[in-house]
């Protein structure tokens, strides 16, 4: 059974429709990729899988259970988290309190700091910069901080919105990855990108979405080589 | 020497109903304007629960001022909850300005149901005023005052390390940063507008209970030093907790300090508004407000 479903998926923001009932599935432990142009209702669907928006119609199951009305603590809580657009990591806290608040919902502090070793074993700029205002990090350290502090919630399914963005190339494979890392180690992936050649590149399964409606889906390998997504995704 | 503790004394009394507006600005991003009322209905209920206990109890004097006063913030942080939830939490999400006019009509909602209870007349009661002066060389300082600034620095203290270093402080201040990103570490945002409303309603039943030395009770009590305390909360950037309090401060040191000269102490409310405006012409978020960085 499908890790997480969604069916049917419509969302609108006033009169205009975002989401025109998308429908798509990702299975435990899988890398699944949705790519799309600007616009196309990406940030959309990851939002609100999360629940930070309500949905019109449609429905959304995580682990076998309808998550589609609960509020975003409920389903962070059954072991979904996300690494947003633009990294949204809190600029005026130090690296320590940013991954402090990724663990929100644990309560057990042993669990918590074995985490944070873990965490600063991968990424030990963020070791060393623990007390820094993660407003004063560079780009890239944001990013190892937003995915690192997505990390802390011990996720099942981790959802990564743009994770490219705004990064220098090498930082982008460096990124592709750490990505590649963690469903290594059992986490399973929902990767939104516009880098779609990074990202049919590593994902087993991909959708494309235009439009707010899935026209294209695949294994990443097929969606590479079809002309027609070439020609609209991948520069020719 | 007297000044200067009594315009701390002051400012530690803005001080802690400034960090009202400002913890509720910075979380719900809206002013809520009945905040002042919370002193007043907070001043009401110390003073009928110790006008009760002092004369049917054969209880110490200060036991019965120390139930009054405890029972009263409680009632104060509940009252900050549920006004949260009736009035305000329904129009999260809509414009700012409904919310501010709700908040508004809230506050007048208070002043009657008080006046309805306890009357228009005014009313006073002493009890930290009790405690007399204490004298130090050659001058005599009140009690209260002393009071007032041990108690005001301890409880900014205590907030303070309470926002740094604890798990629901922390939440306070992500959602505080950004909302939505809140959420996604699976923070109850309602949960945490909930909490801060408390605090700030407890903060403003202490700052009640430092006030009345100074001040009779009556339904508007809360107006004028709510209205201050915003000020101050402006004055040192809304949103910042260390800029309310050097707002408060500096706000309440400014007052006692006009008010000590003959040539002033009938401009006094003028020029601390006047510092407000020429504050705010120099330094538009406020002396310790931030710049919110533009998201990449």
Same mark, same amino acid.
């Given at each position: 059974?499908?890790?997480?479903?969604?069916?049917?998926?419509?969302?609108?923001?006033?009169?205009?429709? =975002?989401?025109n009932?998308?429908?798509?599935?990702?299975?435990?432990?899988?890398?699944?990729?949705?790519?799309?142009a600007?616009? =196309?209702?990406?940030?959309?669907?990851?939002?609100?899988?999360?629940?930070?928006?309500?949905?019109?119609?449609?429905?959304?199951?995580?682990?076998?259970?309808?998550?589609?009305?609960?509020? #975003?603590?409920?389903?962070?809580?059954?072991?979904? #988290? !996300?690494?947003?657009?633009?990294?949204?990591?809190?600029?005026?806290?130090?690296?320590?309190?940013?991954?402090?608040?990724?663990?929100?919902?644990?309560?057990?502090? #042993?669990?918590?700091?074995?985490?944070?070793?873990?965490?600063?074993? !991968?990424?030990?700029?963020?070791?060393?910069?623990?007390?820094?205002?993660?407003g004063?990090?560079?780009?890239?350290?944001? !990013?190892?901080?937003?995915?690192?502090?997505?990390?802390?919630?011990?996720?099942?399914?981790l959802?990564?919105?743009?994770? #490219?963005?705004?990064?220098?190339?090498?930082?982008?494979?460096?990124?592709?990855?750490?990505?590649?890392?963690?469903?290594?180690?059992?986490?399973?992936?929902?990767?939104?990108?516009?880098? =779609?050649?990074?990202?049919?590149?590593? =994902?087993?399964?991909?959708?494309?979405?235009?439009n707010?409606?899935?026209?294209?889906?695949?294994?990443?390998?097929?969606?590479?080589?079809?002309?027609?997504?070439?020609?609209?995704y991948?520069?020719? | 020497?007297?000044?200067?503790?009594?315009?701390?004394?002051?400012?530690?009394?803005?001080?802690?109903? $400034?960090?009202? %507006?400002?913890?509720?600005y910075? @979380?719900?991003?809206?002013?809520?304007?009945?905040?002042?009322?919370v002193?007043?209905?907070?001043?009401?209920?110390?003073?009928?629960?110790?006008?009760?206990?002092?004369?049917?109890?054969?209880?110490?004097?200060?036991?019965?001022?120390?139930?009054?006063?405890?029972?009263?913030?409680?009632?104060?942080?509940?009252?900050?909850?549920?006004? *949260?939830?009736?009035? %305000?939490?329904?129009?999260?999400?809509?414009?700012?300005l409904?919310?501010?006019?709700?908040?508004?009509?809230?506050?007048?909602?208070?002043?009657?149901?008080?006046?309805?209870?306890?009357?228009?007349?005014?009313?006073?009661?002493?009890?930290?005023?009790?405690?007399?002066?204490?004298?130090?060389?050659?001058?005599? @300082?009140?009690?209260?005052?002393?009071?007032?600034?041990?108690?005001? $620095?301890?409880l900014?203290?205590?907030?303070t390390?309470?926002?740094?270093?604890t798990?629901?402080?922390?939440?306070?201040?992500a959602?505080?940063?950004?909302?939505? $990103?809140?959420?996604?570490?699976?923070?109850?945002?309602?949960?945490?507008?909930?909490?801060?409303?408390?605090?700030?309603?407890?903060?403003a039943?202490?700052?009640?209970l430092? %006030?009345?030395?100074?001040?009779?009770?009556s339904?508007? +009590?809360?107006?004028?030093?709510?209205?201050?305390?915003?000020?101050?909360?402006?004055?040192?950037g809304?949103?910042? @907790?260390?800029?309310?309090?050097?707002?408060?401060?500096? +706000?309440?040191?400014? *007052?006692?300090?006009?008010?000590?000269? *003959?040539?002033?102490?009938?401009?006094?409310?003028?020029?601390?508004?006047?510092?407000l405006?020429? @504050?705010?012409?120099?330094?538009?978020?406020? +002396?310790?407000?931030?710049?919110?960085?533009?998201?990449?």
């Amino acid at each position: 059974m499908a890790l997480l479903e969604v069916k049917d998926l419509q969302v609108n923001y006033g009169v205009i429709r =975002a989401l025109n009932g998308i429908s798509f599935e990702v299975n435990e432990g899988e890398i699944v990729t949705l790519i799309g142009a600007n616009g =196309a209702g990406k940030t959309t669907t990851m939002q609100t899988i999360i629940g930070l928006i309500p949905p019109k119609a449609g429905s959304i199951h995580y682990d076998g259970k309808d998550i589609t009305k609960l509020p #975003s603590h409920k389903i962070v809580n059954m072991g979904m #988290s !996300q690494v947003p657009e633009g990294r949204r990591i809190f600029q005026e806290l130090s690296v320590y309190d940013n991954l402090m608040l990724g663990a929100y919902l644990e309560k057990d502090m #042993s669990k918590i700091k074995a985490r944070i070793e873990n965490v600063f074993e !991968q990424f030990p700029i963020l070791k060393e910069r623990r007390s820094q205002i993660a407003g004063t990090l560079s780009g890239g350290e944001q !990013q190892m901080l937003a995915m690192s502090r997505a990390l802390m919630a011990n996720p099942k399914l981790l959802m990564l919105d743009e994770p #490219s963005m705004g990064l220098s190339p090498l930082l982008v494979s460096q990124v592709f990855e750490i990505i590649k890392d963690m469903n290594a180690k059992g986490i399973t992936i929902l990767l939104v990108e516009q880098n =779609a050649e990074k990202a049919l590149g590593i =994902a087993d399964r991909a959708y494309v979405l235009t439009n707010g409606v899935i026209t294209h889906q695949g294994t990443g390998a097929e969606l590479a080589g079809s002309e027609e997504i070439k020609k609209a995704y991948l520069g020719g | 020497m007297v000044i200067a503790i009594d315009g701390l004394s002051l400012g530690a009394i803005y001080a802690l109903i $400034a960090l009202g %507006y400002t913890m509720v600005y910075g @979380i719900a991003k809206m002013l809520n304007f009945a905040h002042g009322d919370v002193i007043m209905v907070g001043a009401y209920m110390i003073y009928t629960l110790c006008t009760l206990t002092w004369t049917t109890g054969s209880l110490p004097i200060w036991a019965g001022a120390l139930i009054a006063f405890v029972v009263s913030i409680v009632v104060c942080t509940l009252l900050g909850m549920v006004n *949260e939830k009736v009035a %305000y939490k329904p129009l999260r999400g809509a414009s700012p300005l409904a919310a501010l006019i709700t908040a508004i009509g809230v506050s007048y909602l208070l002043q009657g149901i008080a006046q309805l209870i306890w009357g228009a007349e005014q009313r006073s009661i002493s009890i930290l005023d009790r405690l007399g002066t204490v004298r130090v060389g050659t001058v005599a @300082i009140r009690w209260s005052s002393i009071i007032t600034v041990v108690c005001g $620095a301890i409880l900014m203290i205590g907030l303070t390390l309470f926002v740094k270093k604890t798990r629901t402080g922390r939440a306070m201040l992500a959602v505080s940063e950004d909302k939505g $990103a809140a959420q996604m570490m699976g923070i109850n945002v309602n949960k945490i507008v909930s909490v801060t409303f408390a605090i700030g309603s407890g903060l403003a039943t202490f700052a009640a209970l430092f %006030y009345l030395p100074t001040t009779a009770i009556s339904p508007t +009590l809360g107006s004028m030093p709510g209205i201050k305390a915003f000020a101050a909360a402006v004055i040192g950037g809304i949103g910042s @907790i260390p800029g309310a309090v050097v707002g408060g401060i500096l +706000l309440g040191v400014v *007052e006692v300090v006009c008010n000590s000269f *003959e040539a002033t102490a009938s401009y006094t409310t003028a020029i601390e508004f006047a510092l407000l405006i020429i @504050i705010l012409l120099v330094r538009p978020i406020g +002396l310790l407000g931030k710049k919110r960085r533009v998201k990449v």
